[in-house]
T-cell receptor
Framework: DAGVIQSPRHEVTEMGQEVTLRCKPI?????LFWYRQTMMRGLELLIY????????DSGMPEDRFSAKMPNASFSTLKIQPSEPRDSAVYFC?????????FGSGTRLTVV | GQQVMQIPQYQHVQEGEDFTTYCNSS?????IQWYKQRPGGHPVFLIQ?????EVKKQKRLTFQFGEAKKNSSLHITATQTTDVGTYFC??????????FGAGTTVTVRA
């Protein structure tokens, strides 16, 4: 198994631009999570899905953030418009009855 | 909401020494998990503890879950340079999501 696959690995964008982060979970995992990691705030849960359905999006910072999971093998996190304070590492993780498997993350820099 | 506090934030250890990192929750947990993140890497699942008072070992790592299921600890013996990284505890209560502690970042002096 290739694990959780995220793309891109690095993204540099200008303030105001739309950013889309992508995630392919492990096949058979029924939970998918989006986390954001910064030095100041640590690991923050943004949203999670169960069987492709969003369960809890209370961690999404504001309306500029949206996430979708159109099928069991793909999810996106979109930021529109992006701001410098969105700069962080964004992790996707998937799970089935136990520990989470994290992807390698997307390092987002908004200038 | 649920909060998971972890101490110390930083641990500087001489190679060969032991150390312990502690995790405390404001609420009773259904289970607790531990993760390790190497510098520049992503969190990697180490272990899950479910039962009150549970103790599990992985080679030089010993994990404990408190009797009240509100605290946990990770003890590493004979620290090696490969132990460098940040260790996170993460607690789960009633729903499926995990609340991560701030982590203990470990550096090792050779």
């Amino acid at each position: 198994d290739a694990g959780v696959i995220q793309s891109p690995r690095h993204e540099v964008t200008e303030m105001g631009q739309e950013v889309t982060l992508r995630c392919k979970p492990i096949s058979g995992h029924d939970y998918l999570f989006w986390y954001r990691q910064t030095m100041m705030r640590g690991l923050e849960l943004l949203i999670y899905f169960n069987n492709n359905v969003p369960i809890d999006d209370s961690g999404m910072p504001e309306d500029r953030f949206s996430a979708k999971m159109p099928n069991a093998s793909f999810s996106t996190l979109k930021i529109q418009p992006s701001e410098p304070r969105d700069s962080a590492v964004y992790f996707c993780a998937s799970s089935y009855m136990g520990g989470y498997t994290f992807g390698s993350g997307t390092r987002l820099t908004v200038v | 909401g649920q909060q998971v506090m972890q101490i110390p934030q930083y641990q500087h250890v001489q190679e060969g020494e032991d150390f312990t990192t502690y995790c405390n929750s404001s609420t009773t947990l259904s289970n607790i998990q531990w993760y390790k993140q190497r510098p520049g890497g992503h969190p990697v699942f180490l272990i899950q503890l479910v039962k009150s008072g549970e103790v599990k070992k992985q080679k030089r790592l010993t994990f404990q879950f408190g009797e009240a299921k509100k605290n946990s600890s990770l003890h590493i013996t004979a620290t090696q340079t490969t132990d460098v990284g940040t260790y996170f505890c993460a607690g789960r209560s009633n729903d499926y999501k995990l609340s991560f502690g701030a982590g203990t970042t470990v550096t090792v002096r050779a």
